[in-house]
């Protein structure tokens, strides 16, 4: 049969600010035990409290909306396709079209790294000249999610400096696949610096795909506020 369970832990048992140990403390090894056929988080209740020792997300849709000039509607803007393959001259001319043509931002798809053929400097740099190029014509703010993830923290802040010098107001990182530490200092660096921070949630269905088994979503959508 199946049962839903209530659980409560005292806040003594984690550290402050930090969603790595949270996970680590609930959800860390007791998936694992074999008495256990299946078992589902559903959802997560935070005390203020413990709510209180965390930053937050860096900036909201009201930021956004300041930082693009675009109120009294909806925001529109597509992701890049083909995703991989494009050279970064040609990926910036896609992006320069898409933005001259009226969308308000562009953005990287989740595994735009830094492949062989194009590597990430280059497409920073040919995406600024795009947006630029399509703001000087249109008179109007434009948009691109620079896809900050790598292999490395220190290879992704890196890439986020590089960003935010060539003033690029967006930057985005692979939340799951990049992980909640790099993550959380990602959002301190945003926040401190004044860019945009998009989430992509590549990998979410390996853990909230399966209705009896795994996360709900919303567990991991509460980590990032």
Not at 51 to 63: C, L
Not at 75 to 104: F, H, M, Q, W
Not at 118 to 140: H, N, P
């Amino acid at each position: 049969g199946q049962y839903i369970a209530y659980v409560a832990y005292p806040l003594d048992l984690f550290e402050e600010g930090s969603v790595t140990n949270l996970f680590t403390s609930i959800v860390g090894n007791v998936f694992g035990f074999k008495a256990l056929r299946a078992l589902r988080l559903e959802d997560l209740r935070i005390p203020p409290a413990y709510v209180k020792t965390f930053q937050g997300a860096p900036h909201g849709i009201q930021v956004e909306r300041d930082k693009l000039n675009k109120y009294g509607r909806s925001l529109l803007g597509c992701t890049i396709k083909p995703k991989l393959g494009l050279s970064a001259k040609n990926y910036g001319r896609a992006v320069y079209e898409c933005l001259r043509g009226g969308l308000d931002f562009t953005k990287d798809d989740e595994n735009v790294n830094s492949q062989p053929f194009m590597r990430w400097r280059d497409r920073f740099l040919f995406v600024a000249e795009a947006i630029y190029k399509s703001q000087a014509e249109t008179g109007e703010v434009k948009g691109h999610y620079l896809n900050a993830t790598a292999g490395t923290c220190e290879e992704m802040m890196k890439r986020a400096e590089i960003a935010k010098e060539l003033g690029v107001p967006i930057i985005m990182h692979d939340y799951l696949t990049g992980g909640f530490t790099a993550n959380t200092s990602l959002s301190h660096y945003c926040r401190d610096n004044g860019l945009l921070l998009h989430i992509h949630r590549a990998m979410h269905a390996v853990i909230d795909r399966q209705r009896n088994h795994g996360m709900h979503f919303r567990v991991l959508a509460k980590a990032l506020r």
